[in-house]
């Protein structure tokens, strides 16, 4: 985790490496049944191939993502009360100011990304601005300079490589199957493969998302204590959550990709399931809200 004024969590930083740790272990015995069913130098091939496209997700990942929501850095000129709003909360964090973004789009959210914290970018859309009070705004922004500093983004894309790469291998592996399907031998070696890395790929993404669940009540709790107003964060994330209902099913879709960064999901309503969701449920987060509200009034009082 950066040093920062944010508080620590001993949590997420065990749950962090834990998932690290079961996500290299997994690789690793990927790699391994690999070159036991198939070529030996073919694992480690699909592995450095896999890798690099992680590597690669890593270093432009802020580049990668204002380009998918459409949006684009505003100068503190063009945008003096969020950047004032930004440079407050840095100085209060004790941390790097990063680069400020605005997507033009309806839907009501906002996400940082970057590869460290002077890469990183934090991006609201003008649907976010519409809708949040200035208190509501500096707790979303608080929670996503939490998720700058906990360096969210490079620990996930380290994470997704072992499942970057089982997925690598299943399409190889169906590719292959059709490729060879009268072959016997090899077709039983390409099954064996698909399965492998089916499972594998399975596996990391619960994981994934175990992770990228808690990370998000990890951000919850640190924006909270930083601006000591954790119930204008818990109104703008009920805020967010009601606004899809008025968003276009197209544009939610057309937005689905970037859930995992948003600090709400644009979907309508809750129903999806927890297992894959990359969010904690509404009712978990404003209740673990509630609490720090409640322990801010007692220290006060």
């Known amino acids: 985790m950066a040093h920062s004024r944010f508080i620590k969590d001993s949590g997420l930083t065990a749950r962090m490496t834990l998932v690290m740790f079961l996500l290299g272990a997994l690789l690793v015995g ?15 091939l699909v592995a450095v191939i896999g890798i690099g496209v992680a590597f690669y997700q890593w270093w432009s990942s802020d580049k990668v993502a204002m380009k998918a929501m459409r949006a684009r850095e505003v100068t503190p000129a063009e945008a003096p009360e969020l950047h004032a709003m930004i440079d407050r909360l840095c100085a ?10 605005i997507a033009d789009m309806a839907i009501p959210n906002a996400f940082a990304t970057g590869r460290s914290p002077d890469r990183a970018v934090v991006c609201v859309t003008t649907g976010i601005l519409g809708q949040l009070t200035a208190e509501e705004l500096e707790g979303v922004l608080a929670h ?11 620990v996930m894309t380290v994470a997704a490589s072992a499942g970057i790469i089982a997925g690598l291998l299943t399409r190889g592996a169906q590719f292959g199957s059709m490729a ?14 698909l399965v492998v890395s089916m499972v594998v790929y399975a596996i990391s ?6 992770l990228s669940r808690y990370r998000e009540l990890s951000a919850d709790r640190a924006g909270a204590y930083l601006t000591m107003n954790p119930a204008a964060l818990g109104s703008a994330l009920q805020k967010i959550s ?13 937005a689905k990709g970037m859930n995992a960064f948003f600090i709400a999901p644009a979907i309508k309503g809750v129903s999806f399931s927890t297992l894959t ?24 009082g």
């Open 180 to 193: 060879r399907g009268r072959n016997n031998n090899a077709a039983a070696m390409i099954l064996v493969t």
């Open 144 to 154: 996503e300079l939490a998720h700058v500093a906990h360096r969210d983004v490079l």
């Open 277 to 300: 969701a990359t969010h904690p449920p509404l009712e978990q987060r404003l209740e673990q809200l509630a609490r720090i509200q409640t322990e801010l009034g007692r220290a006060t």
């Open 92 to 101: 209060m964090a004790d941390m790097p100011k990063p680069r400020v973004g």
């Open 205 to 210: 993404f619960v994981l994934m998302r175990i």
């Open 30 to 44: 990927l790699v391994v049944a690999v070159m036991y069913i198939l070529p030996v130098g073919f694992a480690p």
């Open 242 to 254: 009601g606004g899809m209902a008025a968003i276009p099913e197209g544009d939610l879709r057309a």
